[in-house]
């Protein structure tokens, strides 16, 4: 959803200033994740990055996507890191040392394409913005009498974009199985061959 | 995990807010902000949380595996039944209006039968990913000879919580 922003001057750079401090918290908290080596860490971290990035939705307005964030990112996925950390190694292996020019050289230039193109892009928060005119005002004229919820999210989500929305569903569903399976089927392995579990355990790690 | 009283009346005392907070965003997600997603990953929070208190076989007799596994694919069946319905009825596929009396009152009801599609799915995958992890664990590396890595998921992630 646009952030439909109410208020005067002083609420525009009163979000302005929320929107710079949680950018550097995000900037800092994925610093010292690459910096980190312990792996129970990060994955405390990246909850913490999640978390962030779920306020910063709410500053967008858009608390739908923040509601999941919170809860997909900050909460399941940071428990389920969890399960695969105790399942695998805490620690990072130290990084082989090779010059970094090659990879510091991608980095560079990639970064600076993506800062090119976001050049010719509307501005932040602009009104004018194509993605603004496209279909949003249809939407938000028509969805009331056509769809009826109050929520134009819900609207969006389960009725125009209904599809979408059962593709979605088939990817969670397709991607459950998938991870049972193979979890079951490591297991099932492991039972029958107890005698040479110490050898597979450690190339299942691989 | 058998002495942490604290954790445990907790934990009892926070299952049912919690319960009730996901049934309140699956069907209030027409009027506020939620629905069958996040609904469904707030529910399996609460048997999640069940799991890191008392462990995973307790949990596995609230939610055994006959009941979560079927249910990933039933979400998905709700959902696309949903479509089928409205075809036979007239419609396009997931075209909602010919489900009832008024279009209005169609659509609401095509939203509210597939979001609790999405929500049985998202909610049956988290939890048997979930208790899939946990209940490896527990039976495969019980015995395993280097034993930092073998404090178990339960305890391991139940001290992140603590």
Redesign the interface.
Known sequence: MPAAAPGGRTDAAMEQIIDIVLLAFMVVVAIAMIRLRNLYAVVMLSGIYSLLSASMFVVLDAVDVAFTEAAVGAGIATVLMLGTLALTFREERPPKRRTPLLPLAVVVVTGAALVYGTLDMPHYGDPEAPIHQHVAPRYIADSPLEVGPPNMVTSVLASYRGYDTLGETTVIFTAGIAVLVLLSGVTRRRQRRRPARGDESREARR | MRLHSVLRTTTKLLMPPIMLFALY?QFH???????G??AG??F??AF?LFT?IFGPVRARRVAPAWVT?PL??A??LL??GV?LVTMALGGA??D?DVLAHT??HG??L??LL??L??GL??W???V???L???G??T???AD??DT??D???DT??GD?HA
């Open positions: 965003v997600g027409d009027y506020g902000p939620g629905g997603f996040q990953v707030i399996a929070v999640i890191l596994t990933c694919a979400g998905v959902y696309a479509g596929y997931l909602y279009p209005l659509q609401h095509g939203i597939v979001e599609g999405v799915t998202v049956a995958v988290m048997s990913i979930f899939a992890f946990v490896r664990d039976g495969a590396l395993e000879a930092d890595t404090t178990g998921a391991g992630a992140g």
